[in-house]
Nanobody
Framework: QVQLVESGGGLVQAGGSLRLSCAAS????????MGWLRQAPGKAREIVSA????????RYKDSVKGRFTISRDNAKNTVYLQMNDLNAEDTGVYFC???????????????????WGQGTQVTVSS
């Protein structure tokens, strides 16, 4: 199907920025809704952002609106998450995910994503 590999996580001070990347292989990348989800220790995985096949439609969790930007480069089979003005609540493991159904964008639910990367740790210190 599709393989997803995240990179770009790390340790950053509150107010800082990170850019996550997700390289996809297999499947047909341009036909998948792509998303970023995160999970803090002991907490449920939550959807952070999603982007349509074309990249023209995006969704964001309320708490990251205005700070995070999702984008994709279909020619490179890569999706990005630019994270600015990070705070401690942004700490967690960030997962890249892919969904073959457009409902992943309209429903904006983690349950609609079928394929997952291994995750990359983001730690925001204060």
């Amino acid at each position: 199907q599709v393989q997803l590999v995240e990179s770009g996580g790390g340790l950053v001070q509150a107010g800082g920025s990170l850019r996550l990347s997700c390289a996809a292989s297999g499947g047909t990348f341009i036909r998948y809704v792509m998303g970023w989800l995160r999970q803090a220790p002991g907490k449920a995985r939550e959807i952070v952002s999603a982007i349509s096949w074309s990249g023209l439609s995006t969704r964001y969790k309320d708490s990251v609106k205005g700070r995070f930007t999702i984008s994709r480069d279909n020619a490179k089979n890569t999706v990005y998450l630019q994270m600015n003005d990070l705070n401690a609540e942004d700490t967690g493991v960030y997962f890249c995910a892919a969904a073959s159904q457009t409902t992943a964008l309209t429903l904006f639910s983690r349950t609609t994503f079928e394929y997952w990367g291994q995750g990359t740790q983001v730690t925001v210190s204060s």
